[in-house]
């Protein structure tokens, strides 16, 4: 089944403790971003990559990294997170030159203390 | 200025019955695209359809179909027939410029209750 899978989808952590949110998906996409989702602000991009080792910041990418070594998978890094973290986070993907759907993760709900 | 605007934070509507959902978009660039995600309570995010900016026809999708009326830039989503499981946030998204550019710009969203 064609899909994209985040883990954990529910975390509770404490301010400043580094934590990763895995992202990966099984359609050979070229593109992957992700998003995070905040009441009466929609969904807004973090950060995206075109390919392996090809990644750029969003239009929030404070308090955040991205890696991309393999083409399927697109972790998520908080170095030292902050409760202004605490969000719903969304990993998306797509064929970069046929981007007419865009394929979401199921989500991770983070909490920051 | 926002680049997506849905001006109807809640919409209710009687099964059955048609509803549009309104969005407006802004940008200077010609080629773009123009979609729509349903996100029920449980949260995922769930494609409904797309229009491209050099599509003529509008785009529809079973009981979907999005009224696209680019001089006024505004692509609404129109469900057709509303069912019990149409309640849920929907959102409308952009994506700029050329197709190897994915980011998705997106609205602050629409609450879409379905009353039976």
């Known amino acids: 089944e064609a899909q994209v899978t985040q883990n954990p989808r529910y975390l509770i952590t404490v301010t400043g403790k580094k934590l990763t949110v895995t992202c990966s998906q099984n359609?050979?996409?070229?593109?992957m971003s992700w998003y995070r989702q905040d009441p009466g602000l929609g969904l807004r991009q973090i950060y995206y990559?075109?390919?392996?080792?090809?990644?750029d910041k969003g239009d929030v990418p404070e308090g955040y990294k991205v890696s991309r070594k393999e083409k399927r998978n697109f972790p998520l890094i908080l170095e030292s997170p902050s409760p202004n973290q605490t969000s719903l986070y969304f990993c998306?993907?797509?064929?970069?030159?046929?981007?007419?759907?865009?394929?979401f993760g199921p989500g991770t709900r983070l909490t920051v203390l | 200025a926002q680049k997506i605007t849905q001006t109807q934070p809640g919409m209710f509507v009687q099964e059955k019955e048609a509803v549009t959902l309104d969005c407006t978009y802004d940008?200077?660039?010609?080629?773009?695209?123009l979609f729509w995600y349903k996100q029920p309570s449980s949260g995922e995010m769930i494609f409904l359809i797309y229009?491209?900016?050099?599509?003529?026809q509008n785009a529809t999708e079973g009981r979907y179909s999005l009224n696209f009326q680019k001089a006024r830039k505004s692509a609404n989503l129109v469900i057709s027939a509303s069912q019990l499981g149409d309640s849920a946030m929907y959102f409308c998204?952009?994506?700029?410029?050329?197709?190897?550019?994915?980011?998705?710009?997106f609205g602050k969203g629409t609450k879409l209750s379905v009353k039976p």
């Open positions: 998306a993907s797509s064929f970069l030159l046929a981007d007419n759907e865009q394929f």
């Open positions: 359609m050979n996409h070229e593109y």
């Open positions: 990559s075109m390919n392996v080792e090809v990644t």
């Open positions: 940008t200077s660039d010609q080629s773009y695209g």
């Open positions: 229009q491209g900016s050099y599509d003529e």
């Open positions: 998204a952009m994506r700029e410029g050329a197709r190897s550019q994915g980011n998705l710009i």
